[in-house]
């Protein structure tokens, strides 16, 4: 079907009333901005998103048609500052927007820098008509289903409201067939709960579904929980909660937790998300393994209690970062490589062996793994080690392409597991009444930096596992990650899962001669650069088996970055 269904069902004036509006705030061309929807969706200062809120707003109603399903749009930066905001569409079923897609959310975004509405208009329908050359509408279908959620931010409100307008005025179509359902303030994980649910279900109408979020997930936690007899790892769990989202939701189970659970206290600090200037400030999961120390709200005193456990979700509660010290104060960060190799021994532990032997069980990293996690699950679990390029859209893929049971999870504590059919079968034939509790804590989804919570503190007490004994399974090898400010991140091209470069050419040979020259005897030296896909710069990972390598590595390499692209 061509663009001019599409066409025929489009309030032209109120695009053209709207784009007019943007483009009067637009830089000229020459100054523009070249946006690009990565696995975060876009993401950047929110000054500069009223171009990719657009774009993103006219994917979403393109894909709602497509699919003839619900589609979500989270407003949220994660990690990120709190002047930065973003917007990613979720898919029917949980899902991230197809990989294809995305350069059609680019172009759209990209073509709107014309100087004339008209311009514009034709590249958009242009763009449409490729669209569905590529993905043929079946049938006409005249009803746009929308599900929208945000995190805390001061920007995402006004943007929810673009939206709510947006999609309530964007088309010719009868109000009771535009659905444009907002769930406020939502955790990332949440949102993508709720759209599924809504797809699966045929909701037509807004609900409580964050209490069905946690009844789901909150409730086998709360089982498990009572199983264990005597808690020896330790008896209270700390949480920082980055002055987000995780807070608000978080907070709301509280009183059921003390219920339910009173012998593991659950604490929570850095819960004012009502104060949007203290989001991942100082606190937080992306501070934690960046600064790999302790956030604000935690004293040493605290911190160097043996019956504590400490974690760090980020500002829209999709990743999470456990650490603790050991009695010498020594800073133990138990990152997303750690829960992998957790989660790893966990099945290894309490599958059967004959189940184990007939299964495809596997971890999926990325290129910023620990050199020393990547040789404990191969040489001590035994277990396929394999990685993917950065972000977990793509770490997902391969797991479901290369595994029964398949463990993903980013450095950065973003990840999670999935089984697939042939798992789920053979586990059938067993009673493991535990285990299959155990399996309805994860969401299979996203990660989810809620559901991983649980998942770690399951684990630590049904194994009696002291965290910092957890800490101990394996030695990271000294690393840093920095950023360097380029001209244009776009420049930068890598192959070979991320670890290597193609362009800048010549960039690549400066950097293996750096790594080579500084090598020690055990040659684990290693250092790749690649760009940001949510900040105008490029990061520089650097792994090293002395400490003193790294600053060596990284300052030639950031000499060599800057001889290249000032040439």
């Known amino acids: 079907m061509s663009s001019a269904y599409i066409e025929s069902i489009l309030n032209k004036q109120y ?3 709207t784009f007019n509006e943007l ?11 070249n946006f690009t929807y990565g696995t975060s969706g876009f993401r950047m200062d929110s000054s500069k998103l009223d171009i990719p809120l657009f774009a993103t707003a006219l994917i979403t ?3 709602s048609l497509y699919c003839n399903k619900f589609i979500g749009i989270m407003i949220t930066a994660s990690h990120n500052p709190p002047q930065d905001n973003g917007f990613k569409t979720i898919e029917p079923k949980g899902e991230m927007l197809p990989h294809s897609w995305e350069s059609y959310v680019t172009s759209i975004a990209n073509s709107v820098y014309e100087n ?3 311009k514009f208009e034709t590249n958009m329908l242009d763009i449409i008509d490729t669209i569905f050359k590529a993905y043929p509408l079946e049938k006409k279908d005249t009803s746009l289903r929308i599900i929208l959620g945000r995190d805390t931010r001061s920007s995402s409100l006004p943007f929810a409201n673009f939206l709510n307008d947006f999609f309530t005025n964007l088309t010719t179509l009868k109000t009771e067939n535009v659905i444009v359902l907002d769930y406020g303030i939502v955790t990332t994980p949440q949102l993508h709960f709720i759209v599924r649910k809504h797809t699966a279900d045929n909701i037509f109408e807004q609900m409580d579904l964050t209490k069905e979020y946690f009844d789901a997930f909150f ?13 020896q790892s330790f008896n209270t769990l700390l949480i920082d909660c980055a002055n987000g989202v995780g807070a608000l939701q978080l907070e709301k189970l509280l009183p059921l937790y003390e219920k339910h659970s009173p012998q593991l206290k659950l604490e929570l600090i850095n819960t004012n998300y009502q104060d949007c200037s203290k989001l991942n400030v100082e606190c937080g999961a992306d501070f934690v393994k960046t600064n790999q120390k302790l956030p604000g709200g935690i004293s040493e005193e605290v911190a160097n209690n043996p019956n504590f456990l400490f974690c760090s979700l980020d500002g829209d509660s999709d990743r999470i970062i456990f650490y603790c010290l050991t009695a010498d104060k020594k800073f133990c960060l138990l990152d997303g490589d750690k829960m992998a ?6 099945f290894i532990e309490k599958l059967p ?5 007939s299964i495809k069980l596997g971890i999926v990293q990325t290129a910023y793994a620990n050199g020393s996690s990547t040789a404990y699950i191969k040489d001590v679990l035994k277990l396929d080690a394999r990685c993917a390029k950065t972000g977990v859209k793509n770490l997902h893929h391969d797991a479901v392409e290369n595994f029964d049971v398949g463990i993903y999870f980013e450095a950065n504590g973003h990840g999670t597991v999935i089984f697939n059919d042939k798992f789920m079968q053979a586990l059938s034939k067993y009673k493991l009444e535990e285990f299959e509790m155990f399996i309805s804590l994860i969401n299979q989804a996203v990660g989810d930096a809620i559901t991983d919570l649980f998942i770690v503190v399951i684990i630590l007490l049904l194994l009696e596992l002291d965290p910092r004994d957890w800490f101990k399974k394996y030695a990271d090898l000294p690393n840093t990650l920095i950023k360097c400010v380029v001209p244009d991140r776009s420049e930068f091209e890598t192959f070979d899962y991320e670890r290597q470069l193609s362009k800048p050419i010549g960039l690549q040979e400066m950097i293996d001669e750096i790594v080579n020259e500084t090598n ?3 040659k684990k030296n290693r250092c790749f650069v690649r760009a940001s896909g949510t900040e105008d710069v490029v990061r520089i990972y650097c792994e090293s088996s002395k400490q003193e390598n790294l600053t060596i590595i990284t300052t030639k390499v950031l000499e060599a970055i800057k001889q290249i692209t000032n040439k």
């Not at 483009?23 to 901005?33: E, Y």
């Not at 190799?341 to 966990?346: A, K, Q, S």
């Not at 062996?353 to 032997?357: F, K, V, Y």
């Open 341 to 346: 190799t957790l989660i790893g021994e966990f």
């Open 61 to 63: 109603f393109l894909r």
């Open 219 to 231: 409730i086998p936690f709360i089982k498990l929980l009572s199983k264990v007899a005597k808690l």
């Open 353 to 357: 062996a004959p189940l184990l032997e």
């Open 23 to 33: 483009a009067s705030q637009r830089p000229r061309k020459s100054n523009a901005i």
């Open 520 to 522: 020690n005897s055990d």
């Open 116 to 118: 004339e509405y008209s």
């Open 15 to 17: 695009l053209q009333k």
